[in-house]
Nanobody, 125 residues
C-alpha cells in the first residue's frame, strides 16, 4: 500500500509559478513511476506529466511542455511539479499517482494504482 499526499496548490496570477509536491509513504518509492493529472470543473481528467522510476525519463502533455517540469527526489520519497508561466486554463484539481509498472503507458489514468487526494490550482487572469 502506498499513500500519497499532494500539496502546494494555491491561487496565483497568470504568468506566475507554483511548485506542487507529492509525498509518498513506504520504503519502495524508487520502484514507482509517478504521474500528475488534473481535472477542471466539467472536464475530463487529463494527463499532465510523468516520471519513470529512476527519473531518467519524463513525459509531458503538449499543453504544458516547456512550462512545467516534473522531478523526483527518491531520498525524500517526493515527486515535484514545477509550474511556470501559468495560464488560467491550468486551473484544475491536480492529482499525483503512482505505479510500480515499468512498461505502462504513463499517460493513461488507468495505469496508476495509487492516488493522492488532489491539490487545487487556481490561476487568475
Amino acid at each position: 500500500q502506498v499513500q500519497l499526499v499532494a500539496s502546494g496548490g494555491g491561487l496565483v496570477q497568470a504568468g506566475g509559478s507554483l511548485r506542487l509536491s507529492c509525498a509518498a509513504s513506504g520504503r519502495t518509492f524508487s520502484s514507482y513511476a509517478m504521474g500528475w493529472f488534473r481535472q477542471a470543473p466539467g472536464k475530463e481528467r487529463e494527463f499532465v506529466a510523468a516520471i519513470r522510476q529512476s527519473g531518467g525519463y519524463t513525459y509531458y502533455a503538449d499543453s504544458v511542455k516547456g512550462r512545467f517540469t516534473i522531478s523526483r527526489d527518491n531520498a525524500k520519497n517526493t515527486v515535484y511539479l514545477q509550474m511556470n508561466s501559468l495560464k488560467p486554463e491550468d486551473t484544475a484539481l491536480y492529482y499525483c499517482g503512482s505505479t510500480n509498472s515499468y512498461s505502462s503507458d504513463y499517460r493513461r489514468w488507468g495505469s496508476y494504482e495509487y492516488w493522492g487526494q488532489g491539490t487545487q490550482v487556481t490561476v487568475s487572469s
